[in-house]
């Protein structure tokens, strides 16, 4: 038997810019986390057991674009394996679907990393990088890559689209708490609204996505630097600019501000938008009354977690 497991991630800074050639910055939450099993069958096939979304499958019954069996064929087929070996494949995932915690990333770098350890071939990271990204864009078009390089890497990173991989040192932890709409939202919509926006109006967004990199690069200094209280102000600021760029929803902007009401020293939407999650950054004594007021004002869940 072999088994992976990877977290959730959270964008902290820089979500849609990012597509845009901007840096952004984005964290794991292990609090969640996708768990994948393989185990060789004694049934022909390769057999697919994912409780969370009602699937109990064989490989071939699945059309080829299914985001699972485009994860096994692509890595079967790059690893040179014919005739497929009988096998189980078992699927689990605490991650929300479509709320911006990267369920899609996580399955596919968690399914990546068991299946070709299984089969005798375990990647490298940069591998498992370039597959799960493969099947992201199958997901949304033109991903920028934050998701599964963060996934990938269970560390905080500063990424650029095309750039070599940054890992952030986080000099002083803290905390945030992870608000859900629990409106699930496509982010390859608001992706698409965003550039639509951008063609229309090249000149302002260019300077929105410039305002949005110098908050990302603000940010990084001050989580290197050990202030992360510092970083209250740029969450603010980014929210307002993503509510420029038009991906902000009521529901988000309700809980971005209970969440500022309550004490958080800051609070943005974070991931595609329009639903999913926001983030509010807090002190030990704030967690606890942000994530109640979260609770109070409509998220379906909260989630404190550390960034270290
Ligand atoms: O997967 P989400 O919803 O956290 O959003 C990803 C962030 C975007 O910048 C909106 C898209 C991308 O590919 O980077």
């Known amino acids: 038997m072999t088994v992976a497991s990877a977290p959730g991630k959270i964008i902290l800074f820089g979500e849609h810019a990012v597509v845009h050639g ?23 096939g390769i057999w697919i057991h994912a409780p969370n979304v009602d699937l109990d ?8 674009d299914h985001p699972l069996a485009a994860v096994i064929h ?27 915690l990267g369920s899609g990333a996580a399955v596919s770098v968690a399914l990546v990393r ?24 199958l997901h949304h078009g033109t991903p ?21 991989i940054e890992t952030l040192k986080v000099s002083r932890p803290f905390t945030l708490v992870i608000g859900d709409t629990g ?24 300077q929105v996505f410039d305002e949005v990199a110098q908050i990302s690069l603000m940010a990084r200094r001050i989580i290197e630097s050990g202030q992360p209280e510092m970083l209250g102000d740029l969450m603010n600021q980014n929210h ?23 004490g958080a020293l800051g609070a943005k939407m ?19 009354p942000v994530s109640m007021s979260l609770l109070a004002s409509g998220a379906r869940r909260a989630i404190i977690t550390q960034v270290e």
């Open 22 to 44: 901007r840096p952004a910055i984005a964290v794991p939450v292990t609090q969640v986390h996708a768990d994948v099993e393989v185990v060789e069958s004694s049934r022909p």
């Open 57 to 64: 499958v064989e490989l071939n019954a699945l059309p080829s």
């Open 74 to 100: 692509n890595l079967l087929f790059s690893l040179g394996i014919s005739p497929f070996p009988p096998l189980d494949i078992t699927i689990n995932s605490t991650i929300p679907v479509a709320s911006g």
């Open 114 to 137: 068991a299946l070709s350890s299984a089969l005798g071939h375990p990647l490298t990271d940069e591998q498992v990088n370039a597959f799960a990204y493969e099947i992201e864009r």
């Open 144 to 164: 920028s890559g934050i998701d599964n390089t963060v996934i990938t890497y269970a560390k905080p990173v500063y990424f650029i689209k095309g750039h070599p």
């Open 183 to 206: 409106i699930p939202a496509p982010t390859k919509q608001s992706v698409g609204d965003v550039r639509r926006l951008w063609t229309k109006n090249n000149l302002r967004m260019e």
């Open 240 to 262: 307002a600019f993503l509510q420029e760029m038009t991906v902000s929803s009521p529901e988000l902007d309700a809980l971005v501000r209970a969440a500022r009401k309550a």
């Open 270 to 288: 974070s991931g595609g938008g329009r639903g999913g999650n926001m983030i509010a950054l807090v002190t030990p004594e704030t967690a606890e």
